[in-house]
């Protein structure tokens, strides 16, 4: 397959989800600063605060990037009728605002929908939490994803996907089976999707963004003081990973947008923060 570079330098419809998540509002930010005036920016979370505290700085930029924040309120509300409806209505709005302008050069969207290694070490205990946490983490990026890619306004327009997904959650951890599962299984459908989407101008990457240093050490449920190495099984790999510097928010971000524009990529192929070479 052939290596891909993206070019961010245009008129964007940019969709971000998981906002309020270590790597959110440098990813809104520093991708904002790249688009084109009269750019739209689709912002989605849960935290009311966040979403409006990143507008804010969105609009900052003073570039006419118009932003629509979306409070979910509950990833359990996540579903493809509220996605259909959420895009037809953002993008309506635009048409509108623009006056019939130029349509959007390139449709990007963003899924940093998710939790850090040790947030949540205990197990959800019941089934409802068991399903709410699958609802967040698996279905929803796919129902959203779906809405995206075939939504009728963004039709003939070259598409970019990414999903975030870090290499400590693909990995098998103590009191994470859950997440792993999830995020392994989330790790798939990203590759099967650019398989099945390669001949509509969609591209696909699953990034990896080191492990942050956000990964600090945290009390589990027995008030014990647990840390990533605790978790994570004795593996070789693993216990390279875990050798490796961590690594800042805005400096996974910058690498991220240096892969897509500069180093080059291959579509449905995981790229890490600690790669280094040109594919």
């Known amino acids: 397959m052939a290596t891909k570079r993206m070019d961010l330098s245009k008129k964007c419809f940019f969709v971000l989800?998981?906002?309020?998540?270590?790597?959110?509002?440098?990813l809104a930010l520093e991708m904002c600063a790249r688009f084109q005036p009269e750019s739209q920016v689709l912002l989605i979370d849960t935290m009311e605060e966040d979403l409006q505290e990143i507008r804010k700085e969105i609009e900052a930029l003073d570039k006419k990037i118009h932003v629509v924040c979306c409070n979910l309120m509950e990833w359990q509300n996540a579903h493809s009728t509220l996605?259909?409806?959420?895009?037809?209505?953002?993008?309506?709005?635009?048409?509108?605002?623009q006056g019939g302008a130029k349509q959007f050069e390139l449709a990007l969207i963003v899924h940093n929908e998710g939790t850090a290694a040790t947030h949540m070490l205990m197990e959800p205990q019941d089934l409802e939490k068991w399903q709410d946490f699958v609802t967040q983490t698996l279905n929803a990026p796919v129902d959203l994803n779906q809405e995206f890619i075939h939504c009728k306004a963004l039709k003939g327009i070259e598409k970019l996907v990414v999903n975030i997904n870090s290499n400590l959650l693909v990995l098998p951890l103590v009191y994470n089976s859950l997440s792993c599962s999830c995020k392994k299984g989330r790790d798939m459908y990203f590759r099967s999707l650019a398989a099945e989407e390669s001949l509509n101008d969609v591209t696909v990457m699953s990034y990896a963004p080191g492990i942050l240093k956000t990964h600090e050490p945290q009390y589990d449920a027995n008030n014990n003081v647990i840390d990533v190495a605790d978790v994570v099984a004795d593996d070789e790999d693993a216990d390279k990973l875990?050798?490796?510097?961590?690594?800042?928010?805005?400096?996974?971000?910058?690498?991220?947008?240096?892969?897509?524009?500069e180093i080059s990529f291959i579509s449905g192929h995981d790229v890490d923060y600690y790669d280094t070479y040109v594919l």
């Open 242 to 261: 875990l050798k490796l510097p961590r690594v800042g928010p805005k400096q996974a971000t910058l690498k991220l947008i240096n892969i897509l524009e």
């Open 17 to 26: 989800s998981g906002v309020s998540n270590p790597l959110g509002k440098h």
């Open 83 to 97: 996605f259909h409806n959420l895009l037809a209505t953002v993008l309506g709005l635009h048409n509108i605002e």
